[in-house]
């Protein structure tokens, strides 16, 4: 099993547990924010008494992973897991947890490293228990009399907190038992297992449902189910007890001939009795909980029934949907419930432009960029020509971009009153040439912006030394970049000024447009300020040239919580370009340099049109960027001082973007590469 290949399942019976359940989700979440795995949280309400549901449906509408199924009546634990069970069937693995938090979810990470290692059971293991003397009792004799009578094999402290393997799910669904335990059963598959040692905590909310009742009947299922011994006790008993008496009689048949006389102790003779009475009961009751049991399978009654449901009955099928470029609702995942709160938050609040909401955000984004100044506009365009502005880049002066970016890069450009001057790009990477930047920073150039293309840092080292050489500025273009890194240190960092867009799709998006411009400059800092609001200084004078180009509180505060998780997704863009990669050299992927954080992972077949149909007819959806370089659109063209891109035009005719999003499941992304392998297959 590949280690990132893995949609895991946590299937949670709750009976009574209320109060446990917010603090269950949340270290549940924490336990498996850094696994890389698709998750599928089941809680199965076995009709608790209290209000469980409530909490429930709240948790399922705040986390898209969590879902909720309520039973019709208290089944019992075991079917209550059969339930949640048959929900997750097709999962690669699934973690059976109690709610009543003595089980450490904490625990999940290990689990799951011994399972990848090819074991198909993993039990948590009880070392030590923190629960009331007489139920400590009752377990240790139970555990012991289990482990002499059903299972040698049973752990000696016990459990009930295990990770099986979907082959052991499928034995425990096809044996569809409605009496029996279902540790039993999972010890019965007889896999080779693993265990994980753990300390069972005290319960910290409420009290236990187990009554004394449920548990004698819980050992006495458990015990019948698997082991006829029971009934070989009594047999044995009946037949010593019948040897003693058959001995008592002729002993007392042999004074009555032999030596005339009546044998005393007719009192005990009846106590004898009724002690042999009282075995032969029990022998009985033993055998017809066989019986019980034997009756209970053969009824058609189904073993359980729901009531209600609680997202889908059934994770998706993996092979058979299809794959989306990109998909907003992966990507905010586990975020919704505090994206929520921070929309709510910002509703109820008297400010809505330019509040606490973007002033917090700017101080984050700038620590994160390890930058003095971060500014919030409007979108990335407006901040690569406020960049420009505050830079100090006249009217009339000339740009260099490179030839493959998108359109804004030199819209940007034109809007701040210069003119653009294309220039090729790398027949690797497809960032900037440094030569052709250098061919055209002596034909009197006076800033440049090098675009980190596709999240691709460019060759800042050798862009630096031609710009220092003849004098140009240095605007970065890092709208596809965030979470880059050259030489160590984040893009963005290399310049005067950098622009950044906050675009939904990009590594860093908001819920809308959206984009900063950072700085170490506090001059360019103030003037950015001044020029996103009309050129206004604090008084509300207009004191130089501006723009309406404010950042709103809203897609702050959801940039804010989105700043949050970027480095988890940026860690799950890096692990798809790696499966990627291993896979796909024949299709002539944009080669990485050290530090990328992928924004889009580009393919550059010679037939792209033919790959692209063949994915789409397997229900994979795509993307170009871009299909012109910018020397080929007629308009930049004009405006623009257009040159001669032959590396740059023919890349536009090549390149291809597969899906490469954080939340994309593993296995789609594996399916994508094994598609594109199989039309390669057919191509040669």
């Not at 446990?20 to 850094?34: E, V």
């Not at 059934?314 to 929520?340: H, I, S």
Request: with cysteine.
């Amino acid at each position: 099993m590949n280690a990132e290949q893995c949609r895991l399942a946590i299937v949670i019976p709750v009976y009574g547990n209320e109060s446990s359940l917010r603090q269950l989700h949340k270290r549940i979440d924490d336990a498996t924010c850094d696994l890389n795995i698709d998750l599928v949280i089941q809680f199965v309400n076995d009709r608790s008494p209290d209000n469980s549901q409530a909490v429930l449906e709240a948790i399922a509408e705040e986390d898209p992973r969590v879902r909720v199924l309520l039973l019709s009546r208290n089944h019992g634990s075991f079917v209550a897991i059969s339930a949640g069970l048959a929900q997750v069937a097709d999962c690669d693995a699934t973690i059976i947890l109690s709610a009543d938090l003595q089980d450490p979810p904490e625990t999940i990470p290990e689990l799951l490293a011994k399972w990848r290692q090819g074991l198909k059971v993993v039990l948590a293991v009880r070392r030590n228990r923190d629960d009331p003397p007489l139920s400590m009792l009752f377990s240790k004799a139970f555990n012991w009399l289990y482990r002499r009578l059903v299972m040698p094999d049973m752990p000696e402290g016990g459990f009930d907190f295990c990770l099986i393997d979907r082959q052991v799910v499928q034995i425990v669904l096809q044996a569809a038992e409605k009496k029996t335990s279902l540790i039993g059963l999972i010890l019965w598959a007889g896999f080779e297992r693993a265990h994980v040692p753990y300390d069972r905590a005290e319960r910290p909310h409420g009290k236990s449902m187990w009554t004394f009742t449920k548990k004698l009947n819980y050992a006495l299922d458990s015990i019948v189910a698997f082991s006829s011994l029971p009934l070989k006790a009594f047999s044995l008993l009946g037949f010593l007890m019948g040897v003693v008496c058959f001995l008592g009689i002729v002993y007392v048949l042999s004074l009555y001939f032999l030596a005339p006389q009546t044998v005393p102790g007719w009192t005990s003779v009846i106590l004898v009795q009724l002690f042999t009475g009282a075995f032969q009961f029990m022998g009985l009751g033993i055998l017809g909980e066989y019986f019980w049991n034997n009756l209970e399978q053969t009824r058609k009654r189904p073993l359980f029934i729901i009531d209600k449901s609680i997202g889908p009955s059934a994770p998706p099928a993996k092979v058979e949907q299809g794959v989306l470029f990109y998909d907003p609702e992966k990507v905010a995942g586990r975020q919704l419930q505090p994206l929520q709160a921070s929309f709510t938050r910002v509703l109820h609040s008297r400010r809505l432009i330019l509040g606490k909401e973007v002033e917090r955000f700017e101080q984050e984004l700038a620590e994160a960029l390890e930058m003095r100044h971060a500014v919030g506009v409007a979108n990335g365009t407006d901040a690569l020509t406020l960049a420009l502005w505050a830079s100090g880049i006249e009217p009339g002066s000339t740009v260099v971009v490179p030839a493959i970016s998108a359109p804004a890069t030199a819209v940007a450009v034109l809007r701040a009153g210069c003119q653009p001057l294309f220039a090729d790009v790398s027949p690797d990477t497809l960032t900037m040439s440094p030569e052709a930047l250098a061919l055209y920073a002596s034909q009197g150039a006076q800033a440049v912006i090098p675009v980190h293309l596709y999240g691709n840092p460019c060759d800042l080292n050798a862009i630096r030394t031609v710009s220092e050489s003849y004098g140009l500025k240095i605007i970065e273009d890092c709208a596809q970049s965030f979470g880059s890194t050259f030489g160590g240190r984040p893009c963005g960092g290399f310049s005067t000024a950098s622009g950044f867009s906050f675009y939904p799709t990009k590594n860093l998006g908001a819920y809308g447009d959206g984009g900063a411009v950072v700085t170490n400059d506090d001059a360019i800092a103030q003037r950015l300020r001044r020029m996103r609001f009309y050129g206004q200084d604090g008084s509300g004078e207009c004191v130089e040239l501006g723009m309406n180009s404010r950042l709103d509180e809203l897609q702050a505060a959801l940039l804010h919580e989105r700043l949050k998780t970027v480095a988890r997704h940026n860690r799950e863009r890096v692990r798809i370009q790696e499966i990627y990669d291993a896979h796909l050299g024949g299709l002539n992927p944009v080669p990485s340099r050290p530090g990328r954080v992928p924004h889009l992972y580009v393919v550059r077949p010679e037939n792209r049109a033919g790959l692209q149909f063949h994915l789409r007819q397997e229900g994979i959806q795509t993307g170009i960027h871009y299909n012109k370089a910018l020397t080929e659109h007629a308009f930049l063209a004009k405006m623009g001082k257009a040159s001669a891109c032959p590396v740059a035009e023919k890349a536009c005719g090549q390149v291809l973007s597969l899906p490469c999003y954080p939340g994309l499941p593993l296995p789609q992304v594996e399916r994508v590469a094994a598609c594109c392998q199989d039309w390669l297959k057919g191509e040669r």
